[in-house]
């Protein structure tokens, strides 16, 4: 029995897989399904690259929106289980889905290329954690599972921990597999360094300007936690900062925050160059991908 197709796009953070996305699913009549994990929170917009209302016009997009940022803890389990019902209704209606990450371990999850251990927490090995650094916490799983460390935010203990705690209790890395239910069409965006940085700092300009600030301000005013906003990474966490006093001013808030997101998009590599089966193309060739997607989808 011949697979289902899937489209995937991948690529770091300003990259341009938003764009090319919309452009693509246009031109092939497809659905997008987002691979994020804070793009899957209620009123977390600018922070997490959330695509316009207006861009949401375009295509319809998946797994926006599902969850309380309040007190809904999204996880990657609750991806996979989402998303594998959309994935399955979108395919039966003859319609090709688009997965757009973002969180490249919420993609291969889903595709079935890493299994999603049931562990239950460990209170005892997590006490014995309590006394490490966050930077000790990321270089012990660095050591054990480098691939997840690339893509992990460092500064996360909550996600560092919880990735300590699967390691420990399975003995051993979750297995990443080929997929093997669907038949995938996976693009990677590939840009230069220097011009991804120009595109992460230009992005953060205008993400500034359209009120990013405000975004958090509103987030902790509605009731989420200096805590959580801190446990969602980089641009919350860096606002998150500022606002508490910790970040003295906006420009030392923009550097860092700039130094930070160029430091993760690089960590984003290290992972995505893992990946064989990615076709790479340059970041700007949408009409040269989209004409090879459509030639695969044909035959």
Same mark, same amino acid.
């Given at each position: 029995?011949?697979?289902?197709?899937?489209?995937?796009?991948?690529?770091?953070?300003?990259?341009?897989?938003?764009?090319?996305?919309?452009?693509?699913?246009?031109?092939?009549?497809?659905?997008?399904?987002?691979? %994020?994990?804070?793009?899957?929170?209620?009123?977390?917009?600018?922070?997490?690259?959330?695509?316009?209302?207006?861009?949401?016009?375009?295509?319809?997009?998946?797994?926006? %929106?599902?969850?309380?940022?309040?007190?809904?803890?999204?996880?990657?389990?609750?991806?996979?289980?989402?998303?594998?019902?959309?994935?399955?209704?979108?395919?039966?209606?003859?319609?090709?889905?688009?997965?757009?990450?973002?969180?490249?371990? /919420?993609?291969?999850?889903?595709?079935?290329?890493?299994?999603?251990?049931?562990?239950?927490?460990?209170?005892?090995?997590?006490?014995?954690?309590?006394?490490?650094?966050?930077?000790?916490?990321?270089?012990?799983?660095?050591?054990?599972?480098?691939?997840?460390?690339?893509?992990?935010?460092?500064?996360?203990?909550?996600?560092?921990?919880?990735?300590?705690?699967?390691?420990?209790?399975?003995?051993?890395?979750?297995?990443?597999?080929?997929?093997?239910?669907?038949?995938?069409?996976?693009?990677?965006?590939?840009?230069?360094?220097?011009?991804?940085?120009?595109?992460?700092?230009?992005?953060?300009?205008?993400?500034?300007?359209?009120?990013?600030?405000?975004?958090?301000?509103?987030?902790?005013?509605?009731?989420?936690?200096?805590?959580?906003?801190?446990?969602?990474?980089?641009? /919350?966490?860096?606002?998150?900062?500022?606002?508490?006093?910790?970040?003295?001013?906006?420009?030392?808030?923009?550097?860092?925050?700039?130094?930070?997101?160029?430091?993760?998009?690089?960590?984003?590599?290290?992972?995505?160059?893992?990946?064989?089966?990615?076709?790479?193309?340059?970041?700007?060739?949408?009409?040269?991908?989209?004409?090879?997607?459509?030639?695969?989808?044909?035959?």
């Amino acid at each position: 029995m011949k697979k289902q197709k899937v489209v995937v796009i991948v690529g770091q953070t300003a990259s341009g897989k938003t764009a090319l996305s919309l452009e693509l699913a246009q031109k092939i009549g497809a659905e997008i399904i987002s691979a %994020d994990s804070r793009q899957v929170y209620l009123g977390m917009d600018l922070g997490s690259g959330k695509v316009t209302k207006e861009e949401q016009a375009i295509a319809l997009h998946h797994l926006l %929106d599902v969850a309380d940022p309040r007190k809904d803890v999204f996880t990657v389990a609750d991806f996979v289980e989402q998303g594998s019902e959309i994935l399955d209704k979108t395919l039966k209606r003859a319609v090709t889905p688009i997965i757009v990450g973002g969180t490249f371990l /919420y993609v291969d999850a889903l595709l079935g290329k890493i299994s999603i251990p049931k562990v239950a927490p460990n209170e005892e090995f997590r006490a014995s954690l309590e006394t490490c650094s966050n930077d000790e916490l990321f270089a012990m799983l660095a050591q054990k599972d480098a691939r997840r460390a690339s893509e992990i935010d460092k500064y996360n203990r909550v996600r560092l921990v919880r990735a300590l705690e699967i390691i420990n209790t399975l003995g051993s890395v979750p297995e990443v597999m080929p997929s093997e239910k669907y038949d995938v069409y996976t693009i990677g965006l590939s840009i230069e360094k220097e011009k991804l940085h120009e595109r992460i700092h230009t992005r953060l300009l205008q993400r500034f300007d359209e009120g990013m600030i405000e975004e958090v301000t509103r987030l902790h005013e509605e009731g989420v936690s200096w805590e959580r906003l801190h446990r969602f990474g980089l641009e /919350y966490r860096h606002i998150a900062a500022y606002l508490q006093g910790t970040i003295p001013n906006k420009e030392a808030l923009i550097a860092t925050l700039d130094q930070d997101i160029r430091s993760f998009a690089k960590r984003q590599m290290t992972w995505l160059t893992r990946d064989k089966t990615i076709h790479w193309y340059p970041f700007d060739a949408h009409e040269q991908i989209i004409a090879d997607v459509e030639g695969w989808l044909a035959a």
